[in-house]
């Protein structure tokens, strides 16, 4: 079945357009873009309306581009028909990338920009990116597979897109953007030989190594045209496909948690360990940040072993999880275990609606405290990006705050209040916007 790819709505801005059309006896008819120009694209095109028809723009360190502004949308993008070289996109709207290397579609898409100035632009780029393959500032060149960030161990040399952003007016006079926060979703090809979907990870070049944007496993399969997600951050050129360090020598049954008077007790299992170090009990009061409470020696029983150990815990929910070592130093996280203590709550937080709806873009949290003066609210995703962060007065008592959550993607997110001393105020809330 081909791929198929729609673009959203972008703001209207002018410019010049500049393209070839060549058309030979031997050759299809070709819709090229040079470099330092720019096919515009206010409206609806269907690059697959013309049989035969190339749609490509010249790689180069000015590349030409095909841009997607105010209404604009492309359809009709499948492996054998889209844009073989760089698109930008003006606004701040999701977007799908309909790029390949004109034999394969490699779609990105990206979440909604904060700003309408916000500009960006990539390409899939075919090839080791370790060779001189990436062709735009600021680190243009080689891209080493071997210079890796834990806990990256590889990337794979089958290909890499390349990332442009508006910052600096980097894509034009007035573009901004540095792409930190953004969603991103790329097709991949095929890695059943690279690397389990468990274990792959969306990477990024920072200019001297490729790190981790993913942060968990966000694979739904390792076969080509599975999905692969990240959250983007700043200073980041190019974005490839790599895989976590290899599996550790452990055996994971399960992990629990459950009450211990008016405090949580940990159980965890194992089947087997091999040169196992120690496992970190990690608590978090908002599912964001975690903090360590304790590290427990691990046995190093081949056979398995049992731990179990009782942590305090304040009034309310709290997320717990393991960091597992082995004696090399590597480590994988378990999974998020939560527990609620109602035996001192004297503090109440609610947040509705929960859902949140289209048709309904404001969250609002109610809560009472003992607290009084200036307090941080946060949101963050779910791995821990603050996405939205302004300063409130909270009086002593019953407060209400809302926050318009638009520009935020379909996705589970936590809010959190701080106080002037950094200490939460009450407990982190979750909520989800569909």
Request: aromatic share 10%; net charge neutral; charged share 15%.
């Amino acid at each position: 079945m081909p791929i198929s790819c729609t673009v959203l709505n972008m703001k209207k801005l002018i410019f010049i357009s500049i393209l070839s059309i060549s058309l030979s006896p031997a050759r299809a008819q070709e819709t090229r873009v040079f470099s330092g120009a720019e096919f515009v694209n206010y409206s609806v095109t269907d690059i697959a309306v013309a049989a035969g028809q190339k749609w490509s723009t010249e790689r180069a360190a000015l590349p030409g581009y095909f841009s997607a502004v105010d209404t604009a949308t492309y359809t009709g993008c499948t492996n054998e028909v889209h844009i073989d070289g760089y698109i930008k996109k003006y606004g701040n709207k999701p977007f799908i990338f309909p790029i390949g290397d004109g034999t394969t579609l490699r779609t990105l898409e990206i979440s909604a920009p904060l700003s309408s100035t916000d500009t960006y632009a990539t390409a899939w780029i075919h090839g080791d990116p370790s060779a001189d393959n990436d062709p735009t500032a600021p680190f243009a060149g080689a891209h080493p597979v071997t210079s890796v960030t834990a806990p990256v161990s590889a990337v794979s040399i089958v290909g890499q897109w390349d990332w442009q952003v508006g910052a600096a007016e980097n894509l034009g006079a007035g573009t901004t953007g540095t792409g930190a926060g953004l969603f991103i979703t790329v097709s991949i090809p095929d890695m059943t030989r690279f690397a389990d979907a468990s274990q792959l990870r969306l990477v990024g070049w920072n200019g001297s190594s490729w790190i981790d944007l993913s942060h968990s496993a966000t694979a739904n399969g390792n076969t080509a045209g599975s999905t692969l997600k990240g959250i983007m951050t700043s200073n980041i050129s190019a974005i490839g496909i790599g895989k976590l360090m290899s599996v550790l020598p452990l055996r994971l049954e399960n992990f629990t948690a459950s009450k211990a008077d008016c405090n949580t007790q940990l159980n965890w299992y194992t089947s087997s360990e091999f040169s196992m170090a120690e496992f970190i009990v990690e608590q978090s009061l908002d599912g964001t940040i975690y903090n360590t409470v304790t590290a427990v020696p691990a046995l190093g029983n081949p056979s398995g072993s049992h731990y179990q150990i009782t942590v305090t815990q304040p009034a309310g929910l709290a997320y717990y999880r393991l960091k597992m070592k082995d004696s090399n130093g590597a480590f994988v996280y378990s999974p998020v275990v939560m527990m609620r203590n109602t035996c001192a709550d004297t503090e109440f937080m609610q947040v509705f609606p929960n859902p949140v709806t289209a048709g309904s873009p404001v969250v609002k949290l109610s809560f009472t405290t003992s607290y009084r003066g200036a307090a941080q609210f946060m949101i963050f995703s779910s791995v821990g990006q603050q996405l939205i962060s302004k300063t409130i007065q909270v009086s002593s008592g019953q407060n209400l705050v809302s926050t318009d959550i638009t520009r935020l993607p379909q996705g589970t997110y936590f809010i959190r209040v701080s106080g002037e001393n950094g200490k939460p105020v009450g407990n982190g809330q979750k909520f989800i916007k569909q």
